[in-house]
């Protein structure tokens, strides 16, 4: 093998070098080139599964939407992913043009997930972290995003290769969104998750508490399943930004389940998701002053 000496843009032989780097760099200079036309990135991350990161990802994606935004979705849950189905576009199927591949329009948003690229719903990926990771670099490189003003990336539960890829891929991250629920449990791993974003020096735009009592249908009255308020105390001792609670609302998954944003609906989680798209918006004011 040819040598190459570690900086590839340097390397007197570029057209000939067979350095894997020279791949890689390519690769990193095609992904910063599409993700330059992307404003704001943030990233939707939790310690444990089924708190609904994926639920807070497409709402927020309509929320800043139907504000004026231009945003896209990024499923980075490449073993699990949902947002498809949340979108109500979950049979669509991936289509390459002359700008790359096609991302699926889900009534104005541009998404991208696994999900378009298998062949049914029950379809099994299995996948070792670097496939992931190449997975996730071809959805930022790949594709034809445009010029978007936000593009919002779900990831699957925990503090692995999915986060640490979009970290490593996106140097300039807006920041990461926290979701956890008020079970003991999962304040543990969200601390653990918030502990991750900190580590990777991703700015933390906060954390949502989820499935935070349930709004009783008759009453309107909140009952306290599970002992809330956890979130608050969590982002207060971690010092960390609580953007808001969401209740637990029966309308919720039956309307995720048939592709449709609690948000486009006038449900009890649209009240209290008002303030975390504030929250969001306020603290990525904050950190662009700051740097
Ligand atoms: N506030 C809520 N009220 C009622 N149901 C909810 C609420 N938030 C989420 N859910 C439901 O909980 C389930 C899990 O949510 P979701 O898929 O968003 O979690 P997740 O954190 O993305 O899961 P995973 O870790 O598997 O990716 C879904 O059926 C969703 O509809
Ligand atoms: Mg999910």
Redesign the pocket.
Known sequence: MEECDSNCESCATKETCTDPRKEMNEQLAAVSLRMARVKHKIMVA?G??????????VNLARALQSRGYRVGVLDA?IT?P?VAK?LGVESARLTGGPEGIEPVDSKGLKVISMAFALSGTDSAVVWRGPMKMAAIKQFMSDVNWGDLDFLII?L??GTSDEPLSVVQLLPDLSGAVI?TTPQEVALLDSRKAVNMVKSMKVPLLGIVE??SGLRCPHCGEILEIFKTGGGKRAAEELGVPFLGA?????E??PL??SGVAFVEKETA?KESFVKVVNGILDELEKTQKAG
């Open positions: 939790s444990k599964g089924g708190v609904g990161k994926s639920t807070v990802t849950d699990g949902s949340l779900d699957p539960p979701v989820n499935m969401i209740p637990l609302d029966p919720v998954a995720g389940d989680a």
